[in-house]
């Protein structure tokens, strides 16, 4: 879609969400900022009759599902932050994870075939109607001709042409973003926009979902927080995805959290355990676990479904998040600011001090209190006012996580109105800590760098450069760099004597 398309789309979908009054709610009154309130009394002069049906949050989900599939993702995330936007706008979105309207049974029959390459009756006993239906598939009941239920997985018709259309208009919203408001800069909605593009883009390839629920269902296996269906290899196709049943109940479905015997404050320190395990220990976690991709079953089972988004942190990213959580735990404000310092995600030309105290302000009315009675929404405000007074910057490699860390509280709050993340996150963060920052864990990374600096130099001995030879009393005699080399293993076996607990 061309610029001009996505501008007609992009305009169009904003006067559909003002014809509904879905954009900034009359409901809402006074509790948008003075700034707002007058733009949005002038906008629902054009509200149209479906602004009087119904709730903000339905006249919302209605707009967003005509909108195409990626609006129904942004409607999937808001609906996690019941905290944040109210219980009855969080349950009036709560559709859009999994009760979308379905494609006939017969289309995602012929495209099983199709993209299998075989006969449904060579690998399938049966192939039930659909049971669920979310914005870029739907999922049908089957069963194996060994008699064991699955969940096929099927992507809708059409869908990457819808996917590129909306990605199309994203791109064009982050560009006027960037020009018509220069604050929004530091948010890099551009590099934004392209992290969800290509989370998209990946997703839509079901073969790379097999691939992360294999890798993930590893994961999980070693923590036992969450648990992930296996995949069956044979039914998995560009376009479909075979995996063995989900046990339990969808935490979106009404009845799931009265379950007998079910023990909410476990759940909820499960899911938070679950994720940063998965990002901390492995560098690699589920980046979608809203209500409608977990299953729970008494006392505290979690299993995770629909792994098309897959987020992955390297070493450097994975320390950062554990010394910053571990910060805040400790209250270790001076730390939290020198990391993020660091990391880059402050500049330097600020003053760490400053930040840290910054920190603080947000950090310490927040100890010592229940979740229940405190409000994220204005703990969000004020980080993202802390954030902006210190020029902090998005940082596009970490949209993934960031946006999953949201949501896990979001769920886990709604599991457990009273749940305090802070306690479910620590004896994961400290097992990290010890494990990875201890003064053996230090002096055996000082051990690595070393080894890869002695096979440098070793291969530059051996390869020597070779475009202009210098004069014999130029050149770097062997003898130097074998002395070398063994004052720098000298100096490491200094610091591991030194960094090693005696």
Request: with cysteine.
């Amino acid at each position: 879609m061309g610029s001009v398309g996505a501008f007609v789309r992009l305009t169009a979908a904003f006067w559909r969400l003002v014809r509904a009054d879905a954009l900034f709610p009359r409901e809402a009154g006074e509790s948008l900022p003075p700034g707002v309130r007058g733009a949005a009394g002038i906008l629902r002069w054009f509200a149209g009759p479906a602004a009087r049906i119904g709730r903000p949050g339905e006249r919302l989900a209605i707009c967003l599902e005509s909108l195409g599939p990626v609006a129904i993702k942004l409607g999937q995330f808001l609906s996690t932050r019941a905290d944040i936007f109210g219980t009855a706008f969080a349950a009036d979105l709560g559709r859009l994870k999994d009760r979308l309207p379905p494609f006939a049974t017969a289309i995602a029959e012929a495209q099983v075939e199709r993209e299998l390459g075989r006969p449904l009756g060579t690998l399938f006993a049966s192939f039930a109607d659909t049971v669920a239906a979310a914005s870029l598939a739907q999922a049908h009941a089957a069963t194996l001709l060994d008699g064991r239920r699955v969940a096929v997985k099927v992507l809708r018709p059409d869908i990457e042409a819808r996917v590129a259309a909306d990605v199309a208009c994203l791109k064009l919203a982050a560009a006027l973003t960037e020009t018509w408001i220069p604050k929004t800069r530091r948010l890099e909605p551009r590099a934004f926009v392209a992290v969800v593009a290509r989370s998209l883009e990946l997703e839509l390839d079901l073969r790379v979902e097999a691939a992360g629920a294999d890798e993930l269902g590893a994961v999980m296996a070693r923590d036992g927080y969450m648990r992930a269906p296996e995949v069956i290899w044979e039914g998995v196709g560009r376009r479909v995805l075979t995996l063995t049943w989900a046990s339990g109940l969808p935490l979106s479905d009404p009845g799931a959290l009265d379950l007998a015997g079910l023990d909410r404050p476990r759940l909820a320190d499960n899911l938070v355990r679950a994720f940063l395990a998965q990002a901390l220990d492995h560098g690699v976690f589920h980046a979608d676990l809203h209500e409608g991709n977990l299953f729970v079953q008494a006392p505290a089972v979690v299993t995770a479904v629909d792994f098309g988004i897959i987020g992955h942190l390297g070493p450097g990213q994975r320390r950062y998040l554990a010394e910053i959580l571990w910060g805040f735990l400790q209250r270790d404000y001076a730390r939290v600011a020198e990391v993020h310092f660091e990391a880059g995600y402050v500049s330097r030309g600020h003053d760490s001090g400053a930040f840290a105290q910054a920190l603080r302000g947000v950090g310490e009315p927040i100890f010592g209190r229940k979740a229940r009675d405190v409000s994220m929404g204005h703990l969000l405000t004020q980080l993202f006012e802390v954030t902006a007074l210190f020029e902090m910057r998005l940082r596009p490699e970490l949209v993934l996580l960031q946006k999953t860390m949201v949501t896990v509280e979001g769920v886990a709050r709604a599991i457990d109105p009273g749940h305090d993340i802070w306690a479910a996150a620590e004896p994961v963060v400290r097992r990290w800590m010890a494990r990875e920052l201890s003064p053996a864990a230090r002096a055996r990374d000082f051990a690595k760098d070393v080894g890869a600096v002695l096979a440098g130099l070793a291969r530059v001995a051996r390869e020597p450069p070779a475009p202009r030879t210098p004069p014999a009393d130029q050149r770097t005699p062997m003898s130097a760099w074998i002395g070398f080399a063994w004052g720098v293993v000298a100096a490491a076996a200094v610091f591991a004597a030194a960094a090693c607990p005696r």
